[in-house]
C-alpha cells in the first residue's frame, strides 16, 4: 500500500481506538475505579482474561518491535511511545509508532 494512504489509515486507527478506549477508562474512573481495579478487572472471568492476556503479549510484541525497528528506521524517542503505551493505550501509540515509521521511511528515500 502507498505511505501516502497507510498515514491516514494509521491516524483513523489511532483515533477510533483513544475513543473506543478512553470512553471506558474515564467510565471506569467516573464509577469510583482505581489504577488497582483496572487490572483486576481485566480478570473477572475466562473471556476477560484472555482478552487481557492476548492484549498483554500483543503489546509485548508491539513493543520490543517499535524499539527494535526505531533504531533500524530512524524513528527518534521511540521511549516516549513506549511509555505513552501504558500511559493512554497500546492501540492508540502503535498506530502513532507507524506513522512515524512512515515518516521516517520517506525521508530516508
Do not use: C, K
Amino acid at each position: 500500500m502507498n505511505r501516502s494512504l497507510l498515514i491516514p489509515v494509521y491516524a483513523a486507527l489511532a483515533l477510533g481506538a483513544l475513543i473506543a478506549t478512553w470512553t471506558f477508562n474515564i467510565a471506569h474512573i467516573a464509577h469510583g475505579g482505581s489504577a488497582s481495579d483496572f487490572f483486576t478487572d481485566g480478570y473477572v472471568n475466562y473471556v476477560s482474561s484472555s482478552l487481557t492476556n492476548d492484549l498483554l503479549f500483543v503489546a509485548v510484541a508491539a513493543i520490543v518491535f517499535m524499539v527494535v525497528d526505531a533504531r533500524r528506521t530512524g524513528v527518534r524517542y521511540v521511549w516516549v511511545y513506549v511509555v505513552l503505551s501504558f500511559a493512554i493505550a497500546i492501540s492508540v501509540m502503535f498506530p502513532l509508532y507507524l506513522i512515524a515509521r512512515e515518516r521516517a521511511l520517506a525521508a530516508s528515500q
